[in-house]
C-alpha cells in the first residue's frame, strides 16, 4: 500500500510538470491554431532565469527565495513568450505552417544560445534543504518537493480558472477559442487576447521549468525536449484548447506513466504512446475537446 | 518555363566531376576526410528530398520521420551482425521493414489531419527513440548504440584509404533517390498528391480516395528513408539513437524549407548545405584563430543550430520558398524583363 501511495503521487507530481507545459500550449493552440515548438525553450528560458536569481539570493536557498525564484522565472518566460510573439508570430497571421516552422527556429536558436553560454551538462539548482526531506502520507514517505509541483499545478490551474472566468479578458479568450472570426467581427481586439495568453502560457512553462529542474537535478538546455514532447501529448488527449482536460490528461498520463514504469522499466514511455493512439482512435477530439465546426 | 536550357546538361557535367574528382589524391576531393563529410551530406541531401515527397508535395508535416531512417539503419546492423542474413538481403529486408512500418503507423496517424497529425506522428517518432534507447531483449545496445561488425560487409567499404567508395556509394544512393522520387512526382499519383496538398475536399469531391493516397506518399517516403539508413550504416559505421531522435526530423524540415520546398533540387540542396555546414562549423571553431573570440559570443557560435535557425527564421519570415524559390524568382524576373 505504501509503494502504492508513493508511485501515485509521484505520479501526480510528474503529471503536475506536465500540465505546466501542457496548459500554455493548449490555450495558444486553441485560441490562435500555433503549434508552439518553442515552448521548450520557455521552459529552458525559465529555468536559467530561476537558476540565476537563486543563485543571487545566497548560498542558502530559503523557501521564500525558491518562490522567487519561481517567479522570476515565470516572468521571464512570458516576457521571451510576448517578445517572440510580438516579433515574429503576428507578422505571420494566419500563416499556420509558417507559424510553427518559426518556432522550430526560435527553439534552435535558445537552445544554442543557452547552450553555449552555460554548457550542456547538468548545474546544481539550488534548493531549500526542506525539498530533500519526506512527508509521511498515509504511511508513505513521500518526497517533499512532490507536494510543491502538485500544490504549484492546483494553484495555476485554479488562477486559469479564475482568470478565464472572471475577468473580461478571460472572456474574450474563451470566445475567441470557440469562434475567433466572431469575437473579431463584433469588433473586440482579438490580438490583446493572444498576447495576454502567450504570457501566460510563458509564463506557466517558466514556472514549471524551475520545478522540472528540481526534478531533474539541475538546469539544462536539453531537458526541456522531452517535456515539450509530453506536453503534446497531454494536449492532443485532453482536448485542444481546454485547460481542465489538459490537466486531466497530464495527470492521467504522469500516474500511468509511473505506474507502468514500476512494474517494467521502460514501458512507460510506451503505454503513454499506446494510450495516445486509442484516444486518437476512440475520440479524436481529445477527452474534454469539442468538435470544430 | 522557368528552366534555363543549360541546366540539365550542367547538372550532368557536374554529376560526372564529383563521380570522377575522388579518384585524384591531389584534388580536395582526394581526400578522405572531404569525401566522408560529403557521402553523409549526400545521404541527408537524399533523405530531405524524401522528406520534400510528404512534406512539399503531398503536404504533409510528418514530424516522425526519423522513424523510417532509424528502422532502416537499426534492422541493417541487426541483422548483418547477427549473421542472419548477407548485407545486401539485410539491406533490402530494412528498405521493406520501414516500408512496412510507415504503412503501419500512417494508416494510424492519417486519421488526423493539420496540425494533430503533426503531433501524432512526433508521439511515434518519440517511441521510436524511446524504444532503441532502453535496449530491449539486447537489441539495440541502448543509448550506445551498435557498432557494425565490419567482418560481414565488403571490404572495400571498410577503412580510411576505401572512404572514396562510401561517397560512391552515397552519390549513387543520391540519384537513385531522385531519379524514384522525380518518377513518382510526375507520376499520375505525384498529379494527385500536388492536387491533395492545394485543396483536399476538391480531391474527395472528385471521387478519388484521399486516405489511399496519402498513405501511399508515406509510404513510399519512408521506403526511401529505410534504404538511405542502411547507406549511413555503412557510411557512420554504428547505429545509434541519434539516429531516431525527433531532432532528425526537425533538422530535415529546415533543410526542406532553407533549400525550398516542391522543386526536388531544392531539397537536395539544402540537405547537403546544411550537413556540410554543421559538419565544417565544429571544425572551424576547434581552430587557433576561434579561440581570440570572447567566450559569450564564441560559445553560442561553436553550436551550429545557433546560425541555421537563425537563416531558417529568416527565409521563414521574408523568403517563403528558400533558396530554390528565390532562384525562380529571380529567373522569372530576368524572362520578363527580356520579353517587355
Same mark, same amino acid.
Given at each position: ?143 517533499? *518537493?512532490?507536494?510543491?509541483? @502538485?500544490?504549484? #499545478?492546483?494553484? $495555476? &490551474?485554479?488562477?486559469?480558472?479564475? +482568470? =478565464?472566468?472572471?475577468? !473580461? ?99 512507460? *514511455?510506451?503505454?503513454?504512446? @499506446?494510450?495516445? #493512439?486509442?484516444? $486518437? &482512435?476512440?475520440?479524436?477530439?481529445? +477527452? =474534454?475537446?469539442?468538435? !470544430?465546426? | ?340
Amino acid at each position: 500500500m505504501d509503494t502504492f501511495i508513493l508511485i501515485g503521487i509521484t505520479g501526480i507530481g510528474l503529471g503536475a510538470l506536465y500540465f505546466l507545459v501542457a496548459s500554455g500550449l493548449s490555450l495558444i493552440y486553441g485560441l490562435m491554431g500555433v503549434l508552439n515548438f518553442a515552448h521548450g525553450s520557455f521552459l529552458s528560458v525559465g529555468a536559467f532565469a530561476g537558476y540565476w536569481i537563486a543563485r543571487q539570493l545566497g548560498p542558502e536557498t530559503s523557501m521564500v527565495d525558491f518562490v522567487i525564484a519561481m517567479i522570476v522565472g515565470g516572468l521571464a518566460a512570458g516576457l521571451f513568450a510576448l517578445l517572440m510573439e510580438q516579433l515574429l508570430i503576428t507578422r505571420l497571421y494566419d500563416r499556420h505552417i509558417d507559424q510553427a516552422l518559426v518556432t522550430v527556429g526560435v527553439a534552435l536558436v535558445v537552445g544554442a544560445l543557452l547552450g553555449g553560454w552555460f554548457g550542456n551538462d547538468l548545474i546544481m539548482f539550488p534548493t531549500p534543504m526542506w525539498f530533500l526531506t519526506a512527508v509521511n502520507v498515509g504511511g508513505a514517505m513521500i518526497p517533499a *518537493d512532490r507536494i510543491i509541483y @502538485i500544490a504549484t #499545478a492546483v494553484l $495555476l &490551474l485554479f488562477g486559469n480558472w479564475v +482568470l =478565464l472566468k472572471y475577468t !473580461r479578458i478571460g472572456l474574450i479568450i474563451r470566445a475567441g477559442v470557440e469562434n475567433r472570426n466572431m469575437v473579431n467581427a463584433l469588433g473586440i481586439n482579438v490580438r490583446r487576447a493572444f498576447s495576454t495568453v502567450f504570457f501566460l502560457g510563458g509564463f506557466a512553462a517558466g514556472v514549471g521549468g524551475v520545478l522540472v529542474s528540481v526534478y531533474s537535478n539541475g538546469v539544462s538546455p536539453l531537458i526541456a525536449g522531452s517535456y515539450l514532447i509530453y506536453g503534446f501529448i497531454v494536449v492532443v488527449i485532453g482536448g485542444m484548447g481546454s485547460v481542465p482536460g489538459s490537466f486531466l490528461a497530464a495527470m492521467l498520463i504522469g500516474v500511468i506513466r509511473q505506474f507502468a514504469n514500476y512494474y517494467v522499466t521502460g514501458l512507460g *514511455d510506451f503505454v503513454v504512446v @499506446i494510450l495516445l #493512439a486509442g484516444v $486518437l &482512435l476512440i475520440r479524436p477530439q481529445g +477527452l =474534454l475537446g469539442k468538435v !470544430r465546426a | 518555363m522557368l528552366r534555363w536550357k543549360y541546366s540539365r546538361p550542367l547538372l550532368g557535367l557536374l554529376l560526372v566531376v564529383l563521380a570522377v574528382a575522388p579518384m585524384f589524391t591531389s584534388f580536395p576531393l582526394g581526400k578522405p576526410g572531404l569525401q566522408q563529410t560529403l557521402a553523409v551530406a549526400f545521404i541527408w541531401g537524399a533523405l530531405a528530398l524524401t522528406y520534400d515527397l510528404l512534406f512539399g508535395f503531398t503536404g504533409l508535416l510528418s514530424f516522425g520521420h526519423a522513424l523510417y531512417f532509424a528502422t532502416g539503419v537499426y534492422v541493417s546492423c541487426i541483422l548483418i551482425n547477427r549473421e542472419i542474413v548477407s548485407w545486401w538481403l539485410a539491406a533490402i529486408i530494412a528498405t521493406v521493414a520501414s516500408g512496412v512500418l510507415a504503412a503501419l503507423v500512417g494508416a494510424a496517424s492519417l486519421r488526423t489531419t493539420g496540425i494533430t497529425f503533426a503531433m501524432v506522428t512526433l508521439a511515434f517518432g518519440e517511441a521510436g527513440h524511446v524504444i532503441v534507447g532502453r535496449n530491449f531483449f539486447n537489441l539495440t545496445g541502448g543509448e550506445n548504440g551498435i557498432a557494425l561488425n565490419a567482418d560481414f560487409v565488403p571490404q572495400f567499404w571498410i577503412g580510411v584509404f576505401n572512404t572514396k567508395y562510401i561517397y560512391w556509394t552515397a552519390l549513387l544512393a543520391l540519384i537513385v533517390t531522385y531519379l524514384v522520387i522525380w518518377w513518382v512526382t510526375e507520376s499520375s499519383a505525384g498529379r494527385v498528391f500536388a492536387a491533395l496538398r492545394d485543396n483536399e475536399q476538391r480531391v474527395q469531391v472528385i471521387g478519388i480516395n484521399t486516405q489511399r493516397f496519402k498513405l501511399l506518399s508515406f509510404v513510399i517516403s519512408g521506403t526511401l528513408a529505410g534504404m538511405l539508413g542502411f547507406v549511413m550504416l555503412i557510411a557512420a559505421g554504428s547505429a545509434a539513437p541519434r539516429f531516431a531522435e525527433s531532432g532528425v526530423t526537425i533538422s530535415l524540415l529546415l533543410m526542406v524549407v532553407i533549400g525550398g520546398a516542391v522543386t526536388r533540387w531544392g531539397a537536395v540542396l539544402g540537405g547537403i548545405f546544411y550537413s556540410f555546414a554543421s559538419t565544417r562549423m565544429q571544425d572551424l571553431t576547434q581552430q587557433e584563430s576561434f579561440k581570440s573570440i570572447p567566450e559569450w559570443i564564441g560559445g553560442p557560435i561553436a553550436e551550429p543550430a545557433l546560425l541555421l535557425g537563425i537563416i531558417f527564421i529568416f527565409i521563414v519570415m521574408f523568403a517563403p520558398g528558400g533558396l530554390s524559390g528565390a532562384y525562380y524568382r529571380l529567373r522569372l524576373r530576368a524572362l520578363t524583363r527580356k520579353s517587355s
